[in-house]
């Protein structure tokens, strides 16, 4: 993701899947207006995403583990900003 293009929360949420996961691989994009008058929508954009993320503390942890760890990472940006987000978490080599 360019960082000269992502929003204020798109950069937080980056952030801190950086610094809680050290991923070797992360793709964030937001699908916000994908999803113009669904639920969940915001009209300031940044309510729904996509995410492709590498990470080797991935290893021996089943796709429900490694979402936990995700949305632990992000924290109260998944309670109070974003809406939705799509998850695809693998470990290096999978």
Do not use: C, W
Request: hydrophobic letters at 35%; zero cysteines.
């Amino acid at each position: 993701m360019d960082d000269a293009r992502t929003g204020p929360i798109a950069t937080e949420m980056l952030s801190r899947l950086n610094s809680a996961l050290s991923p070797t691989r992360v793709e964030l994009v937001d699908d916000s207006e994908a999803h113009r008058g669904h639920g969940g929508y915001n009209p300031a954009g940044e309510s729904h995403f996509s995410l492709i993320i590498e990470s080797p503390a991935f290893v021996g942890k089943s796709r429900v583990e490694r979402q936990r760890m995700v949305y632990a990472a992000l924290g109260d940006l998944m309670r109070e900003r974003v809406h939705a987000l799509s998850i695809r978490a693998s470990a290096p080599d999978e």
